[in-house]
């Protein structure tokens, strides 16, 4: 079972990309993730404390990942999924305390090259989703969604070279898009707008903590660690007795500590 110390419960699973992981539980752990709605690899910092030999050496094989799920009672979920980008262990006193740095989609982003040439007429949603389809291939990520129902058509044809994220996240921008990975999936919506999927709800009953806060792009609140629910790009409506509203999730930090310390999501949306 994971440590559910106080209702907290995470579990972390390491292994090869596209292989078989093995499921960490019951260790004491700490979290920090970032994720935005933009270009770079959205980044995570995980501490675990008493690692076996054999665990840590999973952190440090080639092309390692590393998946995050936390939550409280049976409310969990993935929190971050990336490649392992560094990983250390050290000793602190009694403790052997091994570091993991990680980011969402690196290899996918900035790893995998193409050459392609698109001639003039064709539908820029076509070739997002072509570029989305070599970062699937070579970059261990799934397809999230692609909304670009507005996207126009090449007047004269256009050459594609380099790293295929870095140049789906370009023409998602002149396209009035955004494009970005989470949790291991491609995502090109509009950043104002959002996914076109329900979005969820956050009040008091469900796991707000504190008072919404004005900001001067529009909306910061706090909440518990319930998984993925809060991935930015989604919808999300604000209850509570101050503001209530319908945003778009620009920005999450997610900070974690299984025994004491943090336990909380920071959300910024617009």
Known sequence: MGNSLFGRKAVVTVGPAGGNGVRLEGLHMTFKVEKT????????????????KTSRSLMTQGNARIIVE??????????????????????????????????????????????????????YRTIMEDLAGEMISGG?????VI????AGRTQNGIIVSGPAGKALARIAKEQGLTASVQDGHVVVVDR????????????????????????????????????AAFNPGRRIRIV?????????????????????GSWTTKIEAA
């Open 140 to 144: 261990a990520v799934a397809l999230g």
């Open 192 to 227: 104002a707008a959002g996914q076109s999927e329900q979005g969820v709800v956050l009040s008091a009953a469900t796991g707000m903590s504190g008072t919404p806060r004005k900001t001067k792009e529009g909306i910061a609140v706090d909440a518990l660690i319930m998984g």
């Open 37 to 52: 709605l933009g270009a770079s690899s959205n980044k995570a910092k995980i501490v675990i404390y008493n690692l076996a």
């Open 70 to 123: 936390a939550g409280t009672g049976r409310s969990t979920g993935v929190v971050f999924s990336g490649d392992i980008v560094d990983a250390k262990t050290t000793i602190s006193g009694q403790d052997t305390v091994t570091e993991i740095d990680a980011a969402d989609g690196h290899v996918a982003i900035n790893e995998v090259n193409v050459e392609k040439n698109y001639p003039g007429g064709t539908n």
């Open 147 to 150: 909304e670009a129902d507005q």
């Open 240 to 260: 509570s007795d101050d503001l209530t509203g319908n945003y778009t999730i620009q920005k999450v930090t997610i900070d974690g500590s299984v025994i004491g």
